[in-house]
């Protein structure tokens, strides 16, 4: 079994090369080889071919190829659909804001959570990605577009807890000042609310952002759109993001959806600001993205606005998403499927 490099973190590589009896510089070379996108060990010039060719019986290096590009003509926002080493397809999007290029990137090929609303669900888990998988799209995103990205969000396809240790790899791996050197408080996670790998990732004490799918302030409500509510409940859901505020001092950003009808009454938000307060707390209100196989719909503006209002009343911070993208399929799971479909 040749072993996936672009999985393995800078002294992992460096033990390998010793126990090959290669001198230590030489990881450093290939690693930087790595972080220029090369395909094959053949392309790293600076090595001996006798090393070269050890290296290929033993390593693979992962490349994901561009099926789709779309840019949107409004603001910038590229989307990828990249084809995995074994033909896999997943997202990844780019985004230009103030403060810097935002990456969201899918963390499994499909998703097991089934949310009502959501794109990337439709067909089920297909598989978890592999750290190098993670890597590469924010590394290949990067290489195509001539960006320099500064920003990550786990956003993409997928539940990022549900592929836990790969996760926490990954961070690993784009913390390395020598690769891609993005900082944790430059990342954010969201989650739909798995409550053991919450408090389990809380005793990392990482400084990234932890963002929670909420969509919801009543159980039966959130149970209806979010069958993982079944198993963890809002309480306990709760619960976990006081603790992961006690243990690492970082707030806790409140992803929700508005749908029309479903979520997003004023008796809700007083619901949501009820259930929210005594917690270190961001809101922020997605207007629904329409996904074709769904029926349900995004609130009305002016339902926004008065939701909005009536939390910051209550005093709790809260922002409305800007749209990005909404040229291009640029809501999660959306260009996949389409894909798929075509
Ligand atoms: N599985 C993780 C991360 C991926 S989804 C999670 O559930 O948080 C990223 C965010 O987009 C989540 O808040 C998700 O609920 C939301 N989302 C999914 N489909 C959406 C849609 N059609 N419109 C608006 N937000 C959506």
Sequence with gaps: MKQDMKSMTRPELEQALTALGEPRFRAGQIFGWLYRGV????????LPNSLREKLDGQFTITVPTVV????SKKDGTIKYLWRLTDGNCVETVLMRYHYGNTVCISS????????????????GLVRRLKPSEMLDEVLFTQLDSGQK????????????????????????????????????????????????????????????????????????????IMPVNRRYPIAELLQACRNYFAVTGRRISFEYAMIDGVNDSE????????RLRGIAAHVNLIPLNRVEESPLRPSSRAAVAKFQAILEEQGIPTTVRRTLGGDID???????RNYQNS
């Design 149 to 224: 990205i500064s920003h990550i969000v786990l956003m993409g396809i997928g539940e990022p807890l549900d592929n836990y240790d790969t996760v926490l790899r990954f961070l690993q791996l784009v913390n390395d000042p020598e690769g891609l050197n993005i900082g944790m408080r430059h990342i954010s996670l969201s989650t739909c609310g798995l409550v053991e790998r919450i408090n389990e990732l809380a005793q990392q004490k990482l400084q990234l952002t932890l963002s929670v799918s909420l969509h919801a302030p009543t159980d039966q409500i959130r149970s209806r």
């Design 330 to 336: 640029a809501s999660c799971g959306q260009l996949r």
């Design 267 to 274: 008796e809700m938000a007083l619901l949501l600001a009820k």
């Design 108 to 123: 499994e090929v499909g998703c097991p959570m089934g949310c009502a609303f959501c794109a990337s669900t439709i067909g």
């Design 39 to 46: 395909t094959d060990f053949s392309q790293m010039t600076n």
């Design 68 to 71: 789709r590009r779309q840019e």
